[in-house]
């Protein structure tokens, strides 16, 4: 179990965030936050630290900068368990962050746009989140990393069970969705730039896809299976066909 004090929130698509961080703030957790989340926080009444107060530095280049900093990194990545680590925080000024909530820019969501302008599909590029993901998701041992709205909830519920603590399972478990999503993230990015510079058939093609159902075996009974489906599909193809009975009459 690792109890959460400090937490940093930083989401594009801010679905349920206002309940989340109000949840953790119930829980006794500092928020730490950048930008228009900050901002939308700070009008449903919660208490709010900007990020640009921890770093010392204000946000720059058009919100390119915000959480590109030690002093932000340092509290995900520092090792709570190793001495040279805790002497060099402390020498630093370094705070550490317990939980991070980061959702990316709508690359896909914009690459999907008619007409979307290249200098647009760029500034989509997320950079500052998917650094604190992975900063977050490798030191799971100490950090939590929220990258779904959907685990808000259970997040909750679990600290409220346990005095503000996420268990070792919850964390193990949050930390491989955190790199699943990354990794699709930027697969899609290489994916998208590679099109519009080859054309339709990219040198490399990248491809996302989520178990749907576990199958009772696989090609032969000793084997195990499961069913894949891309989710940017919307679950159609072959795989969502359901069988039909015809008539006689349609069947002749």
């Known amino acids: 179990m ?11 698509d801010k679905t349920g965030v206002a ?13 730490l936050s950048t ?17 640009s107060d921890l770093t010392g530095f204000p946000e720059m280049l058009d919100g390119r900068v915000k959480t590109l900093h030690p002093k932000v990194h340092g509290g995900l990545l520092a090792i709570r368990s190793n001495p040279q680590h805790q002497e060099q925080v402390k020498k630093h000024g370094i705070e550490f962050i317990d939980l991070v909530a980061v959702n990316l820019y709508p690359f896909e969501k914009t690459a999907g746009k008619p007409g979307v302008k290249f200098e647009e599909l760029i500034e989509n590029i997320d950079i500052g989140g998917p650094s604190m993901i992975r900063s977050a998701a490798k030191n799971f041992e100490d950090v ?33 969705k955190a790199f699943a999503t990354t990794a699709a993230y930027d697969g899609a990015i290489s994916t998208t730039l590679q099109k ?25 009974p000793h084997q195990k299976a499961a ?8 679950g159609r193809g072959l795989a969502s066909a359901k069988q039909r009975k015809l008539s006689a009459r349609a069947g002749r």
């Open 35 to 51: 930008g228009g989340t900050a901002k939308l926080l700070r009008d449903k009444g919660l208490k709010v630290r900007d990020v």
């Open 144 to 176: 939590t990393v929220v990258v779904d709205a959907a685990d808000y909830a259970a997040v909750i519920e679990e600290m409220k069970a346990n005095g503000g603590c996420v268990s070792d399972e919850t964390r193990a478990r949050l930390s491989r």
């Open 196 to 220: 519009l510079a080859d054309g339709a058939l990219p040198q490399n093609l990248h491809m996302n896809f989520r178990k749907t159902m576990d199958l009772r075996y696989g090609e032969n």
């Open 227 to 234: 069913l894949y489906l891309d989710p940017s599909a919307g």
């Open 2 to 12: 690792k109890k959460i004090s400090r937490a940093l929130i930083s989401v594009s």
């Open 19 to 31: 309940e989340f961080a109000a949840g953790l703030a119930a829980q006794g957790v500092e928020i």
